[in-house]
């Protein structure tokens, strides 16, 4: 036994100590059980060779992994075994350094991180798992349980099945580790200074579940989780309180409602309603979640249907009765409240995915967005930029107004999360229409308008990218639009604020595009 995290080693080595079995351990982990009054035998006392280096060297020795490695059937093995004075090994309990909690800390240095690879663990690890027909190998505290209960009843013994999950489990965990490894140390060159982008990227998914099929019917697919990564908002991390099984396209929906629900914060009540990764509306609201939702939902009822719901506050008896009034694939909420949940689970299909974290107010940390191409991937920063709108650069002769900038900010926060082309009619508190994955800009500002269920008559526009010409300020004017937001950066500048100017328009540039492909 030698562990790291100590959570449950000690009713683990108390429980194995009472079926007989004789206990090695090394360090901190001997410490803890002998104090505990487990009968435990020091790694260096077995093997006659006592730790040194400071402890990076106390496990690698014959007598560890010749007892492990040794195939109990190979009678060549069990006289070299004899021969030098080595016994069996039959169960590796073993966790390693936390590289990655110790790079993640603020202001880890160097030298810290490497003091925090560990070496004998994964060696010790790879090598009863490699032996796995005749070592148990435990890396995971959450498995102390099922196999101290599987032992009890099988007379010491744990079943081939289990012996090979163990296994897998293991080389699962070294290989986590070592990408954790490969990808720190890759982003620093040869000078030792930190590079923006790795030379080598290495992960590890575990299977959450098998879905029923990919984005069509005759495509498998499932859920997978990235081991070791800590993320305060995952939708493999959601509880499903109701509903039939989650498809390859609610979960993609389910996050994409995620990543707009953060942009919402800052506001009492927030309520997003997606379909196929485009918001179809939203809305915040000072009083309730439920209003923020219908406002939500009135912007499109037509494309809402068969949507996915977010909501940043607990689902209460009102906003259920709205959700229960039409047909919906997912809500996420942080939370259900009784009544909610009696009204809903009429809805049996309906799944309720409840994530707490969205009740917190911690910023979305960066990530690496990944995306699989032929023989390759695209990785990049994820777009969680926050730019604030009211300091943007005002670049027509008319400001915009107190309530324009409002609903300029509100609109420019939904248009980053709209597939490009993307053009996003708003008021201050909800959307009004949305033109989304228009190969024109001008195209997505014609849909935006027709699509539209509200008066446009001084509304705003948000577009992600600059305008090319000056048609889609034109058709935004007569609409109704009052004041618009974009990057800038476009050749024709000139010409789409000159357009602006001549219907009375404010325009602000943020600098910043937020193309979503």
């Not at 036994?1 to 901190?28: C, H, N, P, Q, W």
């Not at 930190?194 to 575990?206: L, V």
Request: aromatic share 6%; hydrophobic share 40%; proline share 4%.
């Amino acid at each position: 036994m030698s562990v790291y995290d100590k959570t449950g080693i000690v009713e683990f080595a108390r429980s194995l100590s009472k079926m007989g079995v004789e206990i090695l351990s090394t360090g901190g982990t001997y410490s803890v059980l002998s104090k505990e009054g487990i009968p435990v035998k020091e790694v260096s006392d077995y093997t006659g060779s006592p730790e040194i280096l400071d402890g990076r060297l106390k496990t690698l020795h014959p007598k560890i992994h010749g007892g492990v490695l040794a195939i109990r059937e190979n009678n060549k093995h069990s006289m070299e075994l004899e021969a030098n004075g080595i016994g069996y090994i039959d169960m590796m309990v073993v966790n390693l350094y936390p590289f990655e909690a110790t790079i993640a800390k603020p202001g880890c240095k160097f030298e810290e991180a490497i003091e925090n690879i560990d070496i004998g663990g994964p060696t010790m690890i790879r090598a009863a798992a490699k032996n796995h027909q005749d070592v148990a190998v435990v890396t995971d505290p959450a498995d102390y349980a099922a196999i101290v209960s599987e032992m009890d009843s099988g007379d010491g013994e744990l079943s081939r099945e289990r012996l090979f999950a163990l296994a897998k489990k293991a080389f699962t965990t070294t290989a986590s580790y070592d990408s954790a490894i490969i990808n720190y140390l890759t982003a620093w060159n040869d000078a030792k200074q930190r590079t923006e982008i790795p030379t080598s990227i290495g992960m590890t998914y575990d299977l959450v579940s098998g879905l029923r099929y990919g984005e069509n019917p005759h495509q498998n697919a499932a859920f997978y989780k990235r081991r070791g990564l800590v993320h305060p908002f995952s939708i493999a991390d959601a509880k499903q309180l109701q509903g039939k099984e989650l498809s390859y396209n609610n979960i993609m929906d389910a996050d994409a409602v995620l990543g707009m629900l953060l942009e919402f914060r800052y506001a009492p009540f927030a309520a997003v309603v997606v379909k196929h990764a485009n918001p179809c509306g939203a809305a915040i609201s000072e009083s309730s979640v439920s209003d923020a939702l219908a406002k939500a939902i009135a912007c499109d009822p037509t494309s809402s249907f068969g949507g996915i719901i977010g909501l940043t506050k607990s689902v209460d008896e009102t906003a259920a009765k709205i959700i229960a009034e039409s047909f919906f694939e997912v809500v996420v909420a942080p939370s259900f409240d009784e009544s909610s949940k009696v009204i809903l689970s009429k809805k049996k299909k309906l799944c309720l995915l409840a994530l707490p974290s969205l009740a917190e107010s911690s910023p979305e940390p960066k990530g690496w967005h990944l995306r699989d191409v032929r023989g390759g991937m695209l990785v990049q920063e994820r777009d969680v930029s926050d730019e604030i709108v009211s300091a943007a650069k005002v670049v027509t002769k008319r400001p915009p107004t107190a309530d324009e900038v409002a609903a300029l900010e509100f609109a420019w926060r939904i248009c980053k999360h709209v597939k490009s082309n993307a053009i996003v009619f708003a008021g201050k508190d909800r959307t009004i229409g949305i033109g989304a994955g228009q190969m024109s800009r001008v195209d997505s500002s014609k849909i935006a308008v027709m699509k539209a269920m509200s008066p446009l008559a001084g509304s705003v526009i948000a577009s992600d990218a600059f305008f090319p010409f000056r048609d889609g300020v034109d058709t935004a004017a007569a609409a109704g639009a009052r004041a618009i937001v974009q990057p800038g950066g476009s050749i024709r500048d000139e010409e789409v604020i000159a357009a602006a100017d001549e219907h009375d328009m404010a325009m602000l540039f943020t600098g910043v595009r937020h193309f979503r492909h």
